[in-house]
Nanobody
């Protein structure tokens, strides 16, 4: 089992920055990819960014050049640095991880960008 705990959401103005963290615990040695997914009100979940154990990363077109995902293996933590935030980035952001036993999900953290 893998457990994920997110932190770092909040309210920010248009053009501002936020840093989200996701701490993993449990059977972390089996994790091969971690990422962030967001869900805005009335919309489907959207993959925002992911990072593989190899270090390769993947981003949604809507966040390329503004968001950066990184991984601190020593702390078993994944960071999503979000810059130049826009009102359309407002959503609940979920951390997820794929491991040998399947998928693990965090509880979600709210990000609100005011115009």
């Amino acid at each position: 089992q893998v457990q994920l705990v997110e932190s770092g959401g909040g309210l920010v103005q248009d053009g501002g920055s936020l840093r989200l963290s996701c701490a993993a615990s449990g059977s972390i040695s089996g994790i091969n990819v971690m990422g962030w997914v967001r869900q805005a009100p009335g919309k489907q979940r959207e993959l925002v960014a992911s990072i593989y154990s190899s270090g390769d990363t993947n981003y949604a077109d809507s966040v390329k050049g503004r968001f950066t995902i990184s991984r601190d293996n020593g702390k078993n933590t994944v960071i999503l640095q979000m810059n130049s935030l826009k009102p359309e980035d407002t959503a609940v952001y979920f951390c997820n991880a794929h491991y040998l036993g399947g998928w693990a999900w965090g509880q979600g953290t709210h990000v609100t960008v005011s115009s």
